[in-house]
């Protein structure tokens, strides 16, 4: 199985930066996707940044030119980096892992999420 690892959620002021981590680790073959969704009370999780096997990035259209996600395949971590932070980015964020193992099978994990709150 897949394991992830959260880390560097917190408060911050409106207009302030903070950088998530995510690493995963377990019999992996390769990574085909990895990055981070949120949740916020009241709304549905949404995709907010991703990058796939290929290189692709993907942004939530809210978060574009504020936030980059890059990888690091030596240590199977990305991170997400979030610059002018507004209070609606508040919410828990999930990094979220689609892979394949070195049993020849496909797997996703969630990691337990980690709170991002901005304050106005």
């Known amino acids: 199985q897949v394991q992830l690892v959260e880390s560097r959620g917190g408060l911050v002021q409106a207009g302030g930066s903070l950088r998530l981590s995510c690493a995963a680790s377990g019999s992996i073959a390769r990574i085909d996707a990895m990055g981070w969704y949120r949740q916020a009370p009241g709304k549905q999780r949404e995709l907010v940044a991703q990058?796939?096997?290929?290189?692709?990035?993907n942004y939530a259209d809210s978060v574009k030119g504020r936030f980059t996600i890059s990888k690091d395949n030596a240590k199977n971590t990305v991170y997400l980096q979030m610059d002018n932070l507004k209070p609606e980015d508040t919410a828990r964020y999930y990094c979220n892992i689609k892979c394949m193992m070195y049993g020849r099978y496909i797997s996703e994990a969630w990691g337990q999420g980690i709170l991002v709150t901005v304050s106005s």
């Open positions: 990058v796939t096997s290929g290189r692709t990035t």
